[in-house]
């Protein structure tokens, strides 16, 4: 319902997943993977909100309207888990926000859907001036996922298994 991915869409979220490297995501980016769910620091960074992370589920579903109930919450439990960790983590942040986009009215760029969090800073203009996005390089990326690795991986974040 309300698809848009091409015919022989070679999604990226996917290849991912499945262990491959591209131009733009990186094994070293992933900072958490549950059975239904993974968070990986994004390549595309808008000035002032750098090294914000992207949830996805592990199984290819297009957008929220096709996303089965067990990943969405899956989803949204790695979404609170990396807030947790990136406020926690990253000096000066005051908070977080979330974006998820559906359908190319909706600015979905991936056929994958997934689940945007910004780290906010005060006075950071986030919703008020169109973003300045730049892809970063691995180098800068791996500081923030090693940060946010290590606060989930201590303990202070937990995530509960959906399945019970």
């Known amino acids: ?21 591209t131009d733009l995501d990186d094994q070293r980016d992933i900072v958490l993977r549950t059975d ?16 914000h992370v992207l949830v996805i589920p ?11 109930a067990e990943y969405g919450h899956a989803v949204h439990d790695a979404v609170r888990a990396v807030a947790i960790a990136m406020r926690a983590a990253y000096p000066e942040c005051a908070g977080i926000s979330t974006r998820q986009h559906n359908e190319p ?6 056929w994958h859907q997934h689940v945007h ?10 919703y008020h001036v169109a973003p300045e996005f730049r892809v970063s390089r691995i180098e800068e990326r791996l500081p ?10 201590a303990g202070r974040v937990l995530v509960r298994d959906p399945r019970g």
Do not use: K
């Open 1 to 21: 319902m309300f698809n848009h991915e091409p015919e022989g869409y070679e999604c990226p979220f996917c290849f991912l997943l499945d262990g491959g490297d």
């Open 36 to 51: 239904l769910a993974t968070a990986l620091v994004a390549a595309n960074w808008s000035r002032g909100n750098e090294a």
């Open 58 to 68: 592990n199984a290819h579903h297009e957008n929220l309207y096709d996303l089965p």
């Open 105 to 110: 009215a909706g600015t979905q760029h991936v």
């Open 117 to 126: 969090v910004f780290p906010r800073y005060e006075g950071d203009d986030f």
């Open 144 to 153: 923030y996922a090693e940060l946010l690795r290590r606060r989930i991986a």
